[in-house]
């Protein structure tokens, strides 16, 4: 609440006129930490912090089961994307495309983002966990591209090639045939 | 009494089955004169060489059969194989026999594609069967002669070709088509007759519950807020 | 409350967008110019004009069956007539009188009697003869005036002649029936008032039987009295024996009436003329005029009085001298003399002469109407010619429609590339090409600015190409060998080019090619013309510019043989013309100009094949064996084609295009087309063994000679009409059992797969015939004309343009046609295709030509414009007609009422009222702030 009333408080100092008025917003001026209260006992202001991370082998297979974890998510995302797929339904209207665009999108977005997530995981096996993490992300993308299929968006009919089909040419020239006689 | 009866029928339909088989000879059989001619194009000569008979027994059945009078031999496999490389044609020329004023009907192939695929020719007869012919009922009014091969054909390949390989069809016109309009009058007719019998026979409530039931929701959900608001 | 409801559910249904035209769009896209046709009887109505002042109408009958009045002001039709076509409309003479004009027409002949006012039909005759008039074997000669009708019918060796003199009943008054060796269908005779006369160039004698012999009952056959050519002062012109058999040449000695005196025959032979007067004894004088034996001699006009003048129309350098001349006297009267200019090669044909009391002084001055051998008829009068009416165009033959040429300014904007640049490469290309573009519009602005151009009002302002090549120029040709050019969006003549020496070829043809467009610029386009020689069976070929009907390169020229076909190549040379290959009746080939048989012919002669045919078979040739010496045809099939005989071969038109390669099915996979550019249609018409109507549809392959189908319908006569294009056909014709009109749709595919997706060669082909789809429909109403609408890329459907005997231009959709249409509604359906009905049915919507109607049409032409979107229609016959279709509707372009300003201003004022708003809100929170 930073109300001012011109009558209570200095224009040119903002300092509080009566001795009992508290301002609680804060002056912002470098030198009124001097002016401060003194440091609570014990306090020394000068220590320096340091941690240290230092990890038993129980937490060590614990971290490694969590990349595990992490590393399966997708796999294990794919039956519910099957479900939730077949939920939306086969025909062209916002909702399954909203679901199959979601569905690619995440994948996609997941495997560009693969090192970050693994980043504060690092192990022996990061690199097949990273492998599996890849396969399962395919295989979600996999999905959403059958999906597309049985939807008939993927051009795999010759009738989709057509417009580009280039007329033929001609080999021989008939000409006359007519009646003049 | 009943075996009788039974040699009677029997006999009977032969008779029948004969006097059909007279009848379709008596059509009238149509024997085709096919001579070929193997000399090049830019040639003036004019050698027409008799090689081969199409007897037509009857065009609407497509029963035909082509016997061929002049074997084929070295010569004619090396004409042939001039002209091919010449990338030239290899004619025909039909007629019927018997006809006072022969009237020809010529034809040809590519000789490359002929050569190539060893003789194996597919020769169509276009046969008027209408009865505009006149006296004769069927007539030879066309006829067009191709290789089933249809590949690039490679002219300096030499084969040896061991005879003719025929194929021989016939072609006669087909009836025009005429405007269908019974299906269409028995289609209208049925459905004039579903319109008929349809009355929506369902009580009041099966019919328009669909909007019944919201309305009510609706004035429920306005008269409970009004009861919780007060 | 309710009312006000209603109204509104009204309103809004009837603002629901329709597809036809709307009645303020009459007369926006398209025009309609009507023709009486080529003028042979003529008459001016002296009934309307009171005090003997000039005649204000004129009575005119054609050869066109047609019966019309123009107004004298400014020959404009005031009424007409369209008899039917043939002998049963022929008018044979017409005669005006008190207001009323008689024709004597049909046969037997009914004598007509019209009211030259309003066009009403007052009474009919008929003039019963004692014998049965067979109009295709003999001639019919009428001469009739106020009291009595004389008709005399020629045949092999007999003339029937009868009288009517009770013209309220048609009773006869006598008849009788002369045999002479001499007498022909072919013969040139004259009915006069008192005799028949005729003229036979073999015997080289003037024949003429007076009336007055026939009613003696001697027993002997009456004589013909003759007098000798020489004595009258001709001479038979001598023709050369070439062309014996040429049974198109123009007859060496004509005999005609002479308008105005039932006792005047005018007599031609060649250049000279005479005119001779019939008694009625039968001896024949011939009139002297002074000064008359030199100059062309056309017609001749005499009035009936004491004082009776005969004119004559004299060509004098360039211009048309009307002179009069005293019949008596033989003096010429200089007072009665007209003059007008005309172009170098015009020629009268038939001069009617009026003359009038001029209301100021009391002189008698004279009007006339002259009608030239082209077909123009013009009234001249003292101060010049009054009006000019074009009567060729009622009889056109071939259309051909030529883009127009941008600006010399803008040519830079179509210079060529080269085909594979490469993208950085044409886009730098076209950004510079637009950049100098935007320059020089900016000078052009600025040059307009400073100085404002005057537009010389003697030169017509030139034509260029508009923005989207709707603006074209129609070259016509017509029957009366007089070539057009026709500005298309408003109907007025750009140039006219008359060539005297011309008739169309023997099938009523007349063949119009384009060698050479407008696109490559410094080259001035090039079409020519193919048609034959007035006097001989030999064909002409002429070479024109068609933006200004000049001849270029040789001009005309006369061939020394006789044309079997024509037609244009598909491969240019180095200057970018098409050669025109002519094959003549001895096989012979020429190409058209004549350095293009080494350029363009000899290195395609591997791939040309040319096609002739004569009634009964076509056969098909081969250039190869062509050396540089001279061009050969070899047969290489030859086919005959029953029953009857070929009444037409119909190719697709060469620069139509096919969009898609094939139709897209119902489970997404592709029926192929079967698109054979060398396919054409052949209709043979014949009887068969009971006499009744046969007719044999084939569709041949005209390089390999295959028959791809063969369809032969019985009791089906009547004109076939056949629409050849892409991969379809469509033909109507009229079913004699079920007496009805019908359509029959085919269509070719090649199947599920392709054979060669690239090339498409005739000779490799003939192994895979097409499957073919036929249906049949019903159609409402005949058919008297018929084309399809054709687009630059053909990606809008195709239309049928049929016309119809109602009068009326249909615009049938092509899928309502489409044979592959289902029988049953369910199961999947294909895109585009509707349940089977078996009428074609014609909403007033689809009648492209609204509320007007067009009695006779002979051809429909269709050409694309530079919009995808739409097609413009040039329909020909009797008048002329021409609109813009658009088949699927207009996609491309915005609908020519659309409101910019509404759509502006409300653009400007939201955008304005934004603006103000967030202004206003900006202002509004920062008080907020400050509070």
Not at chain 2, 64 to 73: E, L
Not at chain 3, 918 to 925: E, H, P, S, T, V
Request: aromatic share 8%.
């Amino acid at each position: 609440m930073t109300v001012r009333n011109s009558s209570l408080y200095s224009l040119s100092t903002g300092a509080p006129k009566r001795r009992w008025g508290v301002e609680l917003g804060g002056g912002g001026r470098k030198d009124r930490i001097s002016d401060a209260l003194p440091s609570p006992p014990g306090y020394n202001p000068n220590m320096q912090i340091c941690s240290e991370t230092q990890r038993s082998p129980d937490s060590q297979k614990l971290v490694v089961k969590k990349a595990w974890d992490l590393a399966l998510g997708p796999i294990k995302g794919v039956p519910m994307n099957l479900f939730l797929l077949y939920m939306s339904g086969n025909s062209i209207s916002i909702f399954p495309i909203m679901m199959v665009g979601m569905m690619l999108m995440r994948p996609c977005k997941a495997l560009f983002a693969t090192n970050a997530t693994f980043s504060t995981f690092e192990g022996t096996q990061a690199i097949l966990q990273k492998a599996t993490y890849l396969l399962g992300n395919l295989a979600q993308i996999g999905l959403a591209l059958y999906k597309c299929q049985s939807l008939g968006l993927l051009p795999t009919h010759a009738s989709d090639w057509l417009a580009f089909q280039e007329p033929a040419s001609q080999v021989e020239f008939v000409h006359g045939g007519f009646g003049l006689w | 009494m009943k075996l009788i009866t039974l040699l009677l029928v029997v006999l009977f339909q032969h008779c029948s089955c004969q006097n059909f088989q007279d009848g379709l000879a008596l059509d009238g059989q149509l024997i085709v004169v096919i001579e070929d001619n193997l000399s090049s194009t830019s040639e003036e000569g004019n050698t027409w060489e008799e090689r081969s008979l199409v007897t037509v027994r009857s065009a609407k059945l497509g029963q035909v059969s082509i016997s061929h009078t002049r074997p084929w031999n070295e010569k004619l496999s090396k004409s042939l194989q001039k002209l091919s490389k010449s990338g030239d044609f290899y004619k025909l020329r039909l007629h019927q026999q018997g006809s006072k004023e022969p009237n020809f009907v010529y034809t040809f192939a590519d000789a490359c594609q002929l050569y190539a695929s060893g003789m194996r020719e597919h020769i169509n007869l276009m046969i008027d069967t209408t009865p505009s012919a006149g006296l004769l009922s069927q007539s030879l009014v066309g006829a067009s002669l191709y290789s089933p091969e249809g590949r690039l054909c490679h002219s300096d390949v030499s084969r040896s070709i061991k005879g003719y390989n025929s194929t021989v069809s016939v072609r006669t016109p087909v009836p025009g088509t005429v405007p269908d309009t019974a299906t269409y009058i028995q289609r209208i007719e049925m459905a004039n007759k579903e319109k008929a019998e349809n009355k929506d026979n369902r009580s009041f409530f099966a019919k328009y519950w669909i909007y019944i039931i919201p309305a009510v929701l609706l004035l429920m959900v306005s008269g409970g807020g009004q009861e919780g608001g007060r | 409350m309710e009312k006000l409801l209603l109204a509104l559910l009204i309103l809004v249904s009837i603002a629901l967008p329709s597809s036809s035209l709307h009645e303020d769009q009459i007369g926006k896209f398209d025009w309609i110019q009507r023709g009486i046709g080529s003028v042979h009887l003529a008459q001016f109505d002296e009934s309307g004009s009171a005090d003997g002042g000039p005649a204000r109408r004129l009575v005119v009958a054609t050869q066109h069956n047609v019966l019309a009045v123009l107004n004298t002001k400014n020959g404009e039709i005031m009424w007409r007539h369209v008899l039917p076509i043939g002998a049963t409309g022929t008018i044979e003479s017409l005669n005006v009188q008190e207001g009323k004009a008689v024709i004597v027409s049909d046969n037997p002949p009914l004598l007509r009697s019209f009211d030259v006012l309003s066009g009403t039909l007052i009474k009919e005759v008929p003039l019963k003869l004692h014998y049965k008039p067979d109009s295709l074997y003999g001639k019919r000669l009428v001469q009739h005036d106020s009291s009595s009708v004389t008709v005399a019918h020629l045949t092999s060796n007999t003339a029937e002649i009868t009288r009517f003199s009770n013209l309220k009943t048609g009773a006869q008054e006598w008849q009788h029936s002369i045999s002479q060796p001499w007498i022909s269908s072919e013969s040139q005779c004259g009915l006069t008032e008192v005799s028949l006369t005729c003229v036979d160039a073999s015997l080289g004698l003037v024949l003429s039987l007076p009336f007055s012999r026939l009613g003696k009952t001697t027993g002997k056959e009456p004589q013909f009295i003759s007098t000798s050519l020489e004595s009258i002062g001709l001479s038979v012109a001598v023709t050369s024996d070439d062309d014996a058999d040429c049974k198109f040449r123009s007859i060496p000695i004509t005999l005609q009436n002479v308008h105005g005196s039932p006792r005047h025959l005018l007599i031609t032979s060649g250049e000279s003329s005479s005119v001779l007067q019939v008694g009625s004894d039968g001896s024949v004088t011939p009139v002297k005029e002074a000064g008359a034996s030199s100059g062309a001699v056309s017609v001749v006009d005499v009035t009936q009085a004491d004082d009776a003048v005969i004119y004559r129309a004299l060509h004098h350098k360039q211009a048309i001298r009307i002179s009069g001349f005293s019949l008596a006297l033989g003096t010429e009267l200089v007072s009665r003399s007209l003059q007008f200019s005309v172009g170098a090669e015009a020629a009268v044909r038939m001069l009617v002469v009026q003359q009038y009391q001029r209301r100021g002084d009391g002189e008698v001055a004279v009007r006339a109407l002259v009608v030239m051998h082209d077909d123009s008829v013009h009234l001249v009068a003292s101060p010049g010619v009054l009006w000019l009416r074009e009567e060729a165009l009622a009889s056109v033959l071939a259309v051909e429609a030529v883009d127009l040429p941008i600006p010399a300014s803008s040519v830079s904007m179509h210079d060529h590339m080269a085909q594979r640049a490469g993208v950085l490469h044409s886009l730098v290309h076209r950004v510079m090409l637009q950049g100098s573009e935007l320059l020089s519009w900016l000078a052009e602005l600025l040059e307009d600015s400073l100085s404002p151009s005057h537009s010389s009002p003697d030169s017509p302002p030139a034509l260029y190409r508009d923005e989207f090549n709707i603006h074209k120029l129609l070259i016509i040709a017509t029957a009366s060998g007089k070539i057009f050019g026709m500005d298309n969006l408003s109907g007025a003549l750009v140039w006219s080019e008359y060539l005297p020496s011309i008739q169309p070829l023997p099938s009523d043809k007349l063949l119009l090619f384009l060698q050479r467009s407008v696109a490559h610029f410094p080259h001035p386009p090039q079409m020519v013309l193919v048609a034959m020689h007035k006097d001989s069976c030999r064909g002409v070929v002429h070479t024109f510019n068609p933006l200004t009907g000049e001849p270029t390169g040789k001009g005309l020229e006369f061939l020394p043989y006789r044309i079997s076909q024509a037609s244009m190549l598909a491969q240019n040379d180095q200057q970018f013309i098409k050669p025109l290959l002519v094959v003549d009746t001895s096989l012979g080939v020429h190409a058209f100009p004549s350095g293009t048989e080494l350029s363009v012919v000899l290195p395609h002669k591997d791939v040309l094949y040319i096609a002739t045919r004569n009634s009964t078979h076509i056969t098909g040739h081969s250039l190869r064996s062509s050396t540089k010496e001279s061009l050969k045809l070899t047969p290489l099939w030859s086919q005959h084609f029953p029953p009857g005989t070929i009444e037409g071969v119909y190719t697709k038109r060469p620069g139509d295009k096919v969009h898609s390669a094939g139709r897209v099915m119902a489970d997404r996979s592709v029926l192929y087309k079967y698109t054979n550019p060398n396919l054409a249609v052949v209709v043979a018409r014949g009887l068969d063994h009971i006499n009744e109507n046969l007719l044999g549809v084939y569709l041949v392959d005209l390089v390999s000679g295959a028959v791809v189908d063969w369809i032969s319908h019985s009791r089906v006569s009547g004109p076939v009409h056949v629409i050849h294009s892409e991969n379809w056909v469509v033909y109507t014709y009229y079913h004699d059992r079920n007496r009805r009109h019908e359509l029959h749709s085919l269509e070719l595919f090649e199947g599920p797969s392709q054979a060669n997706a690239t090339a498409f060669s005739s000779l490799a082909g003939a192994q895979r015939p097409p499957l073919v789809e036929r249906q049949a429909y019903i159609l409402p109403f005949g058919v008297q004309a018929s084309a399809h609408t054709i687009t630059e890329k053909s990606i809008t459907t195709k239309c049928l343009l049929l016309a119809l005997d109602t009068g009326g231009i249909a615009q049938v959709a092509r899928w309502l046609v489409d044979p592959r249409r289902p029988m049953s509604g369910g199961g999947p359906r294909e895109e585009g295709l509707v349940q089977y009905m078996p009428e074609v049915h014609l909403p007033s919507t689809d009648i492209i030509s609204y509320n007007q109607t067009l009695p006779r049409v002979s051809g429909i032409y269709s050409a694309p414009t530079g919009l995808e979107s739409t097609s413009i229609v040039f329909v020909y016959g009797l008048d002329l007609f021409f609109s813009r279709v658009f088949p699927s509707k207009m996609f491309d372009m915005l609908k020519d009422d659309f409101d910019y300003v509404l759509i502006a201003g409300a653009l400007l004022g939201l955008v304005a009222a934004a603006l103000i708003t967030r202004k206003l809100a900006q202002r509004k929170a920062l008080y907020h702030q400050w509070k």
